[in-house]
C-alpha cells in the first residue's frame, strides 16, 4: 500500500470516528433525555397518586367527624329528653331540638352508608339502632301511647341510653382504627 492510500484510509477513518462519536452523543442525550422524561412523569403520577389518597383519607375523616358529632349530638338530646321526662317537665322546645337532632344524625349515618368501610359502617348501624330504639320508647311514652313491647318503660330506656353510649365508643374506637390513629 501506498503512503497516499495509507493516509486516505487513516483520514476516512478519522471522518467514520468523528460521525460516529457524534452520532453515539446525540443517542446518549436522547436516552438521558428520555429517562430524565419518564421519571418526572412517574413523579407526576405518585403526586397525583399521594393527592388523589389524601383528599379520600380527609374526605372519610370528615364523614367520621359529622357522624361522630351527630351521634353524640342526637345522645345528648335523648339524655336531655329522658331527664325532662321522669321530670315530667318536657317542652315543645325540648321535642323540637330532639327531633333535630335525629334528622341532623340520619342525615349524617345516610352520607356515612355511601363512604365508609364495612367495619365502621356496622359499629354506626349499631348505633343508629340503639339510638332509634331510645328515640322511639321516649316518644312514644311522651305521646301517652302504650309500649310496644315488654319492658318499654322510662327506666328501660335509661339502661337503653347507657348502652348507646358504650355503642358510640365503639364506632369511636373502629372509626380511629380505620384512621389509624389507634393504639
Keep these: 500500500m501506498s503512503g497516499s492510500v495509507i493516509s486516505l484510509v487513516i483520514a476516512f477513518l478519522g471522518i467514520l470516528g468523528t460521525l460516529a462519536s457524534g452520532l453515539m452523543t446525540q443517542r446518549l442525550v436522547e436516552k438521558a433525555k428520555a429517562k430524565e422524561l419518564e421519571h418526572a412523569e412517574r413523579q407526576r403520577v405518585d403526586e397525583r397518586r399521594y393527592e388523589a389518597e389524601r383528599a379520600t383519607a380527609d374526605a372519610l375523616r370528615a364523614c367520621y367527624v359529622t357522624l361522630n358529632t351527630a351521634s353524640l ?3 345528648s338530646e ?3 329528653f329522658w331527664y325532662a321526662s321522669r321530670a315530667g317537665r318536657v317542652t315543645d322546645e325540648l321535642r323540637s331540638r330532639l327531633d333535630d337532632a ?3 344524625h340520619r342525615a349524617r349515618h345516610s352520607e356515612a352508608q355511601m363512604r365508609v368501610p364495612d367495619d365502621v359502617l356496622a359499629a354506626a348501624h349499631e348505633v343508629n339502632l340503639g339510638l332509634s330504639r331510645v328515640y322511639g320508647v321516649l316518644k312514644r311514652l311522651d305521646g301517652g301511647l302504650p309500649p310496644r313491647r315488654e319492658g318499654e318503660s322510662l327506666e328501660q330506656s335509661r339502661a337503653q341510653i347507657n348502652e348507646a353510649w358504650d355503642q ?3 364506632m369511636r374506637r373502629v372509626m380511629r382504627r ?3 390513629v389507634a393504639r
Design 102 to 104: 335525629r334528622r341532623e
Design 168 to 170: 358510640l365508643n365503639e
Design 78 to 80: 335523648l339524655n336531655n
Design 178 to 180: 380505620s384512621l389509624g
Design 73 to 75: 349530638d342526637y345522645h
